[in-house]
Nanobody, 117 residues
Framework: QVQLVESGGDLVQPGGSLRLSCAAAGSISGPYNLAWYRQAPGKTRELVASMSNLGADYYPDSVKGRFAIRVDTVKKTQFLQMTDLRPEDTAVYYC???????????WGQGIQVTVSS
């Protein structure tokens, strides 16, 4: 039903910034949460940003103050704004939409972010 298409991944130097985009095609049913996850080689998937249906944001300590989740409801696109990037931020990043009523989840295809000098 819903497709999420990510864009904006790139190679960036330490201290640099990137904005990832996640555009949704199709209609989300009922209230939903938005989130971004990342997975580095040999590591488990970790949550790096989320926004509840009520607009409350969450960030783990590893990215707090550096990452921010935003949404454009008209264009049905969510963004992950990343600043002061560090090599340990290198990972494949996935956007996520979680429908609260039925529990359905939709995932972006994943996009590489590499932080290196």
């Amino acid at each position: 039903q819903v497709q999420l298409v990510e864009s904006g991944g790139d190679l960036v130097q330490p201290g640099g910034s990137l904005r990832l985009s996640c555009a949704a095609a199709g209609s989300i049913s009922g209230p939903y949460n938005l989130a971004w996850y990342r997975q580095a080689p040999g590591k488990t998937r970790e949550l790096v940003a989320s926004m509840s249906n009520l607009g409350a944001d969450y960030y783990p300590d590893s990215v707090k103050g550096r990452f921010a989740i935003r949404v454009d409801t008209v264009k049905k696109t969510q963004f992950l704004q990343m600043t002061d990037l560090r090599p340990e931020d290198t990972a494949v990043y996935y956007c996520n939409v979680h429908e609260l009523w039925g529990g359905a989840e939709y995932w972006g295809q994943g996009i590489q972010v590499t932080v290196s000098s």
